[in-house]
T-cell receptor, first 115, second 111 residues
């Protein structure tokens, strides 16, 4: 299995809702990432987990809450979002080192619309 | 912080033409990625390079570490190649960190 699977593919939520995005990989990668991509812009890093521990938080508002319950699964919990948070949310995974084995792989993303 | 520059930003070509997209970066890296994104779609990794040249079908990617420059070539271009092509680099330190992305090249191949 060489894929990163993200669910759901599309999500519409109100500003008072609580929802979660899910990301799963079975490649044995021990680093997992959340990126946010606005239309016509490159992705922006949000969070990095390395060996199931949060290693990078790029000053993301607390209405986004990441969770890494095990080495294969990464969640992003959403609460009280604003319409400007509407974007494509991309998950990626890799071996946490460098070199040919690090295998950075992207999921296909969750397109989030906040209404 | 690495600065990643891509050129051109937009490119329109006729089917069958040879396409070149360039990427330069400012600081040493451990790896460079070429990524493809269709409108409204997710990101597909085309190549990861740390040296030399790679080929996959009609796509060729090269990197010159000394000059901090990479190119993506598409031979016999086809309308289905129309997409945004993004160059992204990983820093030379070990461990897990995010990629630094270029702004992308919007490619349109006309029939």
């Amino acid at each position: 299995d060489t894929e990163v699977t993200q669910t759901p593919k599309h999500l519409v939520m109100g500003m008072t809702n609580k929802k979660s995005l899910k990301c799963e990989q079975h490649m044995g990668h021990r680093a997992m990432y959340w990126y946010k991509q606005k239309a016509k812009k490159p992705p922006e890093l949000m969070f990095v987990y390395s060996y199931e521990k949060l290693s990078i938080n790029e000053s993301v508002p607390s209405r986004f809450s990441p969770e890494c319950p095990n080495s294969s699964l990464l969640n992003l919990h959403l609460h009280a979002l604003q319409p400007e948070d509407s974007a494509l949310y991309l998950c990626a995974s890799s071996h946490p080192g460098t070199g040919n084995f690090y295998g950075y792989t992207f999921g296909s993303g969750t397109r989030l619309t906040v209404v | 912080k690495n600065e990643v520059e891509q050129s051109p930003q937009n490119l329109t070509a006729q089917e069958g033409e040879f396409i070149t997209i360039n990427c330069s970066y400012s600081v040493g890296i451990s790896a460079l990625h070429w990524l493809q994104q269709h409108p409204g779609g997710g990101i597909v990794s085309l190549f990861m390079l740390s040296s030399g040249k790679k080929k996959h079908g009609r796509l060729i990617a090269t990197i010159n570490i000394q000059e901090k420059h990479s190119s993506l070539h598409i031979t016999a271009s086809h309308p289905r190649d129309s997409a945004v092509y993004i160059c992204a680099v990983k820093g030379s330190g070990g461990g897990a960190d995010g990629l630094t992305f270029g702004k992308g090249t919007h490619l349109i191949i006309q029939p």
